[in-house]
């Protein structure tokens, strides 16, 4: 019993940069709650560091709120971060007032609710939903309709690696690969949304 709680206590994630640099973050232990890893963090906020500082950022599967976290850390403007369950959502709420993170956003929601109330353009946007639903491009058709993208928008995706994976996402036109990488069963790719292309 002992042993489970000391678990418990170690499900955190460091934040890598910015204002709270070294600071971790905890996290509910959830089925299908899997927190990014590290290594994916780095690579994923090395390629879009640029995006980042001043960007209103949508984490619309946050989870643990690694990714969101992270980017506000960053210097992200604004940070929306959406879960379906009540009790994440209450804890990423705990964590925010511990880090005084005025520019996060929290909101107990379906992806599919919230994204038919959308009121900001977003700048970045992460998906990462649980591996089990299999609903990612339904969610990427939702996106892909709605005229809060701004253009240039980063959208990243986190899936389960499989063989040619890019090519089992259904991303319309205007959604340009810009990165991929595999590690360890994870394949992670960064599109960018560009409005002028019909």
Request: aromatic share 10%; hydrophobic share 40%.
């Amino acid at each position: 019993m002992k042993k489970q709680k000391k678990s418990k206590l170690n499900l955190k994630v460091k934040i890598l940069s910015g204002l709270w640099k070294g600071k971790n973050v905890t996290f509910l232990e959830k089925k299908d709650l899997r927190p990014t890893k590290n290594i994916i963090r780095e690579t994923l906020f090395n390629w879009i560091q640029e995006d980042v500082k001043d960007s209103i950022c949508l984490d619309l599967f946050a989870g643990s709120g690694a990714l969101g976290f992270e980017a506000a850390s960053r210097g992200a403007k604004k940070v929306y971060l959406i879960d379906v369950d009540i009790d994440i959502t209450n804890h990423l709420s705990l964590q925010k007032n511990e880090l005084n993170a005025n520019n996060v956003y929290i909101f107990n929601s379906s992806a599919f609710n919230f994204l038919e109330n959308l009121k900001e353009n977003f700048n970045v946007i992460f998906l990462d939903p649980p591996f089990s639903k299999k609903i990612i491009n339904e969610i990427i058709r939702k996106i892909s309709l709605m005229p809060e993208i701004s253009d240039k928008c980063k959208i990243y995706i986190e899936l389960p690696y499989k063989k040619n994976n890019e090519f089992m996402l259904e991303t319309p036109d205007n959604w340009n690969l810009l990165k991929s990488k595999k590690t360890g069963e994870v394949v992670y790719l960064l599109f960018q949304h560009n409005a002028s292309v019909i």
